[in-house]
């Protein structure tokens, strides 16, 4: 069964650090590249960070130099560090799992989100 589960995610003030976590079973995980996106309400789904089953990573322009995307292939976890936290950040992340099996077998999951808010 496919699960991609968030934890982490709270109410901090500016300026401080979150780490959020997706735990995943299901068996996809070495060989879907994992991103985190986040989401405010009225604006779209926007890409946050991903790290290809290679450990090659890409960042939005607006989070590099404060956040992190690892993962660990044995624990089947991508984790979020998110340093110097703006009100901005403020939204829900949401796991994303992409990849493929074969061409024919593709895949696309997602969790259910994790709110966090930045704010004084």
């Known amino acids: 069964q496919v699960q991609l589960v968030e934890s982490g995610g709270g109410l901090v003030q500016p300026g401080s650090s979150l780490r959020l976590s997706c735990a995943t079973s299901g068996g996809f995980f070495r060989v879907a590249t994992m991103g985190w996106y986040r989401q405010t309400p009225g604006k779209g789904r926007e890409l946050v960070a991903t790290i290809t089953s290679r450990a090659t990573t890409t960042y939005a322009d607006s989070v590099k130099g404060r956040f992190s995307i690892s993962r660990d292939n044995v624990e089947k976890t991508v984790y979020l560090q998110m340093n110097m936290l703006k009100p901005e950040d403020t939204a829900v992340y949401y796991c994303?799992?992409?990849?493929?099996?074969?061409?024919?077998?593709?895949?696309?999951?997602w969790g259910q989100g994790t709110q966090v808010t930045v704010s004084s």
């Open positions: 994303n799992a992409k990849g493929s099996y074969s061409i024919e077998a593709t895949f696309n999951y």
